[in-house]
T-cell receptor, first 114, second 116 residues
Framework: ETGVTQSPTHLIKTRGQQVTLRCSSQ?????VSWYQQALGQGPQFIFQ???????GRGNFPPRFSGLQFPNYSSELNVNALELDDSALYLC?????????????FGPGTRLLVL | AQSVTQPDIHITVSEGASLELRCNYS??????LFWYVQSPGQGLQLLLK??????LVQGIKGFEAEFKRSQSSFNLRKPSVHWSDAAEYFC??????????????FGKGTKLSVKP
């Protein structure tokens, strides 16, 4: 158990809809990263939030957006869902420490877009 | 660009046999290196990490990994595999974006099957 929780565990949406995924960080962690893991692939970095500001972004379009709240929990929002957005979405929390931090992952939210 | 290669997509070993999973990385500076394990339908669990210092690092569940700068490798080993080790294993490098560890770049994973 990492102390990182995600909700919901599973979700089914249709193409064009919008979805919000939630992540609660491990206690004491101030950084949250989101990853997309397509079937049979390694996770791919979407973006990272540090102290409520976006602190880096991977190669994902603007319809992927996020928020981090004062309690360091986070949301991932995806607009205009496409079939290829079907994946396991993982959040990871860490405590920024000049580089030597470790990211601890939640169990993920499995999204299916029909 | 930074990258991680796990050359073996699927490995099958007998229970009790030794295991080595290969990982090669491409990174300009001293990397932060990680091995994670993922059971079916689950999130990622950290096995071990390398930041600096001793190039042989010990992890949980009896795993170890050795950082070899000359070979740009960070191979994962276990002397005796248990059936419960069957899972997918991911090697990752921290890209150091923004002055911190930044995001993790993952390999495509190696699926480990264990024969009784």
């Amino acid at each position: 158990e990492t102390g990182v929780t995600q909700s919901p565990t599973h979700l089914i949406k249709t193409r064009g809809q919008q979805v919000t995924l939630r992540c609660s960080s491990q206690s004491g962690h101030n950084t949250v990263s989101w990853y997309q893991q397509a079937l049979g692939q390694g996770p791919q970095f979407i973006f990272q939030y540090y102290r409520e500001e976006e602190n880096g972004r991977g190669n994902f379009p603007p319809r992927f957006s996020g928020l981090q709240f004062p309690n360091y929990s986070s949301e991932l929002n995806v607009n205009a869902l496409e079939l290829d957005d079907s994946a396991l979405y993982l959040c990871a929390s860490s405590r920024a420490s000049g580089g030597e931090e470790t990211q601890y992952f939640g169990p993920g939210t499995r999204l299916l877009v029909l | 660009a930074q990258s991680v290669t796990q050359p073996d997509i699927h490995i099958t070993v007998s229970e009790g046999a030794s295991l080595e999973l290969r990982c090669n990385y491409s990174y300009g500076a001293t990397p932060y290196l990680f091995w994670y394990v993922q059971s079916p339908g689950q999130g990622l669990q950290l096995l071990l990490k390398y930041f600096s210092g001793d190039t042989l690092v010990q992890g949980i569940k009896g795993f170890e990994a050795e950082f070899k700068r000359s070979q740009s490798s960070f191979n994962l080993r276990k002397p005796s595999v248990h059936w419960s080790d069957a899972a997918e294993y991911f090697c990752a490098v921290g890209d150091g974006y923004g002055g911190s560890q930044g995001n993790l770049i993952f390999g495509k994973g190696t699926k480990l099957s264990v024969k009784p």
